[in-house]
T-cell receptor, first 115, second 114 residues
Framework: AQKVTQAQTEISVVEKEDVTLDCVYE???????LFWYKQPPSGELVFLIR??????QNEISGRYSWNFQKSTSSFNFTITASQVVDSAVYFC????????????FGSGTQLTVLP | GAGVSQSPSNKVTEKGKDVELRCDPI?????LYWYRQSLGQGLEFLIY????????KSGLPSDRFSAERTGGSVSTLTIQRTQQEDSAVYLC????????????FGQGTRLTVV
């Protein structure tokens, strides 16, 4: 069985602060794929990043960075110098390599960036 | 259009009526998924199609829910004898066949059962 846990239900920060969103996952598959999605108030989910289980290289893309650690089954997401437009619900998701092909989502973290 | 298209965007129906929700995936995407999102909640998996076949129906909450996909493209999700607890946003997503491919989501259908 697959499971994704996002323990932070809501986070509020002031603009320009850095913020890290936590994601912990469980899977029995040795090969799996991790994703982050953003859901702004408009409602449509927007894909942010994908990571394969065999690629632990962390990445920085502009103000976004990701920290993938297999040893702790974590895939955390950091926004530096947050902006009001970053306010959204952020979802972490997992797809295994077994028979279950669907994305298993965490419950999401509501990020509010205050001006 | 280039993205996943869902219709209608909003649907209000009376309890006990049947509803059909439609999803047009991105052209060339062989995998199609349906999810449900209740107010303020996460995404609940309903069903997954690879081509026209549905190898995973494990998420359908009851036998009132069914889905089909024809021609490897358009999919319809049907809810029979709707109940108030069916009220939610129904999201459709599509992706290429590979496991490492991201799914692209439509804007959803907001279903309200009154």
């Amino acid at each position: 069985a697959q499971k994704v846990t996002q323990a932070q239900t809501e986070i509020s920060v002031v603009e320009k602060e850095d913020v890290t969103l936590d994601c912990v996952y469980e899977t029995r598959d040795t090969t799996y794929y991790l994703f982050w999605y953003k859901q702004p108030p408009s409602g449509e989910l927007v894909f942010l990043i994908r990571r394969n289980s065999f690629d632990e290289q962390n990445e920085i893309s502009g103000r976004y960075s990701w920290n993938f650690q297999k040893s702790t089954s974590s895939f955390n997401f950091t926004i530096t110098a947050s902006q009001v437009v970053d306010s959204a619900v952020y979802f972490c998701a997992l797809r295994g390599s077994g028979s279950a092909r669907q994305l298993t989502f965490g419950s999401g973290t509501q990020l509010t960036v205050l001006p | 259009g280039a993205g996943v298209s869902q219709s209608p965007s909003n649907k209000v129906t009376e309890k006990g009526k049947d509803v059909e929700l439609r999803c047009d995936p991105i052209s060339g995407h062989t995998a199609l998924y349906w999810y449900r999102q209740s107010l303020g909640q996460g995404l609940e998996f309903l069903i997954y199609f690879q081509g026209n076949s549905a190898p995973d129906k494990s998420g359908l909450p009851s036998d009132r829910f069914s889905a089909e996909r024809t021609g490897g493209s358009v999919s319809t999700l049907t809810i029979q004898r709707t109940q108030q607890e069916d009220s939610a946003v129904y999201l459709c997503a599509s992706s290429l066949a590979g496991l490492n491919t991201e799914a692209f989501f439509g804007q959803g259908t907001r279903l309200t059962v009154v």
